[in-house]
Nanobody, 133 residues
Framework: QIQLVESGGDSVQAGGSLRLSCAVS????????LGWFRQTPGHEREEREG??????????RYADSVKGRFTISHDGAEKTLYLQMNNLKPDDNAMYYC????????????????????????WGQGTQVTVSS
């Protein structure tokens, strides 16, 4: 069973930095996509904003809202996904989630990155990020 556990959320002032971590266990597929999303109050799970995604081939994709400020990375040996967040803004206040989706061998040429929550099947419980002005 795949499990994802986020950590690293905290309260910081605008302009500060945080690094979120996501421990991933139970993975069986060699091809997969990983991603970071965030959700603000009043929005449903399906409306989570995709921030960054990384594939098992190392390709990455970023939302315009975080491009140049956030960096996604994956340490396969430690089985940990990271999101380095710099120059944080009050608009970044949200619950942050990591997500994953694996591809069995019979799936041909899957897209290994995505910013759509519908393209991920496994989710963590979230970690809160609060940015004060």
């Amino acid at each position: 069973q795949i499990q994802l556990v986020e950590s690293g959320g905290d309260s910081v002032q605008a302009g500060g930095s945080l690094r979120l971590s996501c421990a991933v266990s139970g993975y069986t597929y060699s091809r997969y996509r990983l991603g970071w999303f965030r959700q603000t109050p009043g929005h449903e799970r399906e409306e989570r904003e995709g921030l960054a995604s990384i594939g098992s081939d190392g390709t990455t994709r970023y939302a315009d809202s975080v491009k140049g400020r956030f960096t996604i990375s994956h340490d396969g040996a430690e089985k940990t996904l990271y999101l380095q967040m710099n120059n944080l803004k009050p608009d970044d206040n949200a619950m942050y989630y990591c997500a994953s989706h694996g591809f069995p061998s019979w799936v041909k040429a899957p897209s290994l990155t995505s910013l759509s929550s519908a393209d991920f099947s496994n989710w963590g419980q979230g970690t809160q990020v609060t940015v004060s002005s």
